[in-house]
């Protein structure tokens, strides 16, 4: 399974992070400790985090457009609404 996953931000709540990966609970521990396979900014900058949301995909490919949509303009205002 793949999972897109949505992250807020402990310290600042207005913050989130979208992500994808096959192991969740890892992932956030590698947030948490301000490493990543990005070595994304903003996932070490606004850290601690908590999980929001994730949601599962069996389709690798599924969970990157859906990641990638969640990116998105359209994609932010439907997380908000929804999530």
């Known amino acids: 399974m793949h999972y897109v996953y949505i992250l807020q931000s402990l310290t600042y709540p207005d913050k989130h992070y979208v992500?994808?990966?096959n192991d969740v609970d890892e992932r956030?521990?590698?947030?948490n400790a301000g490493r990543s396979e990005s070595q994304s900014r903003h996932s070490s900058?606004?850290?601690p985090w908590k999980l929001v949301i994730q949601i599962a995909f069996e389709d690798k490919a599924k969970a990157f457009a859906f990641e990638k949509y969640l990116k998105s303009g359209s994609g932010r205002?439907?997380?908000k609404r929804h999530f």
């Open 19 to 21: 992500g994808c990966t």
């Open 28 to 31: 956030l521990r590698r947030h």
């Open 45 to 47: 900058m606004f850290g």
């Open 77 to 79: 205002a439907f997380a």
